[in-house]
Each structure stands twice: as C-alpha cells, then as structure tokens.
C-alpha cells in the first residue's frame, strides 16, 4: 500500500522559506514522478509543481515559478519543496501525490495516491 506522509508546514510571516518533505513507501519511489497540489479554504485544489522520476523534467504554476524549488531523493524516498519569498495567498494545505507514471502531468485527476497535506500559513 503507497503512503505519502507530508511534513514540515507551519505559521509563517510574509518573505519568510518553509521546506515540505513528503516520505514514500509502500512501493519503489523512483520509477514514479511526483507533484505538489494545494487547496487553500473555499477554493479549488491548484497544481504547484511536479516533478519526473528521474527528477530531469520539472514543472511549476506561474504562481510559484522562481520562487518554489520541486526536488527528490530517490535514495531516501523524499520529495521535497522548497519554498521562498512567501506571500499571504501562498496560505493552504499542501499536498503530495504520486503518478504511476515516470512523466510528470500538471492536473490532479492524473495523480493516484495522494497524501494527507500539510497546513502551510503565511501571515502579512
């Protein structure tokens, strides 16, 4: 059974960086590309970033681009986000998925298994 396990989220001020880590198991993590998804409250769940299983292709929304960094450990089963220069609307739960697939995809009806989420708050 694939689990997905996100850490790392917390309360945050405007300008500040948070690290997301989302552990694997349950299968060989690197043959599968992974993404970032969140959903802030009375919104729809957005893509953030994803990224192949070789970690050769990322993808990220306009949102984020230049400021979040997707990235993996295929050695220690980790997906990781960095994230800077936080603004208010970056405020959500932030997710990790994972796609039986090696080629990253930017929608969420491509992903299959899906963590919990983390709260991530940035305050102004």
């Known amino acids: 059974q694939v689990r997905l396990v996100e850490s790392g989220g917390g309360l945050v001020q405007t300008g500040d960086s948070l690290r997301l880590s989302c552990a694997a198991s349950?299968?060989?993590?690197?043959?599968?590309?992974m993404g970032w998804f969140r959903q802030a409250p009375g919104k729809e769940r957005e893509f953030v970033a994803a990224i192949s299983n070789g970690a050769d292709s990322t993808a990220y929304a306009d949102s984020v681009k230049g400021r979040f960094t997707i990235s993996r450990d295929n050695a220690k089963n980790v997906l990781y986000l960095q994230m800077n220069s936080l603004k208010p609307e970056d405020t959500a739960v932030y997710s990790c998925?994972?796609?039986?697939?090696?080629?990253?995809?930017?929608?969420?009806?491509?992903?299959?298994?899906w963590g919990q989420g983390t709260q991530v708050t940035v305050s102004s």
């Open positions: 349950g299968r060989t993590f690197s043959p599968y590309a």
């Open positions: 998925a994972s796609r039986n697939s090696a080629f990253l995809r930017t929608t969420a009806s491509a992903y299959n298994y």
